[in-house]
């Protein structure tokens, strides 16, 4: 099925660092949703995004809706141990179906 | 409080037996998802219910089958599990008013 690209795909930073990520997308969007996923669990929705340009904040993430509607951007401030895992980004379409299209995904390791 | 509860968390299944997996929502939202995921790619949408309106998707095998008796339960059912089938599976929910995707914490099935 249909993929977006997302970027880097593996990043290793150090406690302390920001960290930046992005998903782009041949077609508009209406919808961004920010994902991150520990070894084990489902994924955990971190920030929605519906309108282009809108930037939102979840604690130390920060999340914008790019204003072409074709891509995404995820920052995480100071980064901690604990942020370690896999950030999945995940777009609707303007199609009107009810399915969601993801990233590939982005592996952050944070060495303390 | 959990939205979207799958059960079992863990399930193991011989090659060619029947196994079905479960999830339930707390909140009756319409909409439904499946997806399977396999090493920590991103999750692979199966089908999804738009209230009983089922939708499968192209590429899902007909090994895989799946029942919503009502708003609350949804099951996957896997007809002949083959080495292949192994993977995690999750469930999901879309919210009406802000078109969120919530997903359990899915089940990792292992094919013996």
């Known amino acids: 099925g249909q993929q977006l690209n997302q970027s880097p795909q593996s990043m290793f930073i150090q406690e302390g660092e920001d960290v930046s990520m992005n998903c782009t997308s041949s077609s508009i969007f209406n919808t961004w949703l920010w994902y991150k996923q520990d070894p084990g669990e489902g994924p955990v929705l971190l920030i929605a995004?519906?309108?282009?340009?809108e930037l939102t904040s979840n604690g130390r993430l920060t999340a914008q809706f790019g204003i072409t509607r074709k891509d995404s951007f995820l920052n995480i401030s100071a980064s901690i141990p604990s942020d370690v895992g896999i950030y999945f980004c995940?777009?609707?379409?303007?199609?009107?179906?009810?399915?969601?299209?993801f990233g590939t995904g982005t592996r952050l390791k944070v060495l303390a | 409080d959990a939205m979207v509860i799958q059960n079992p968390r863990y399930q193991v299944t011989q090659f060619g037996k029947p196994v079905t997996l479960s999830c339930s929502q707390t909140l009756n939202h319409n909409v439904m998802y499946w997806y399977q995921q396999k090493s920590s790619q991103a999750p692979k949408l199966l089908f999804h219910?738009?209230?009983?309106?089922?939708?499968n998707e192209a590429d899902t095998p007909d090994n895989f089958q799946s029942r919503r008796p009502n708003t609350s339960f949804c099951f996957l059912d896997i007809r002949s599990p083959g080495l292949g089938d192994a993977a995690m599976y999750l469930c999901?929910?879309?919210?009406?008013?802000?078109?969120?995707?919530?997903f359990g914490p899915g089940t990792r099935l292992t094919v013996l």
């Open positions: 995004l519906y309108k282009a340009g």
């Open positions: 999901a929910i879309r919210t009406g008013t802000y078109n969120e995707q919530f």
């Open positions: 219910y738009y209230d009983k309106d089922f939708n």
């Open positions: 995940a777009g609707r379409d303007t199609s009107g179906t009810y399915k969601y299209i």
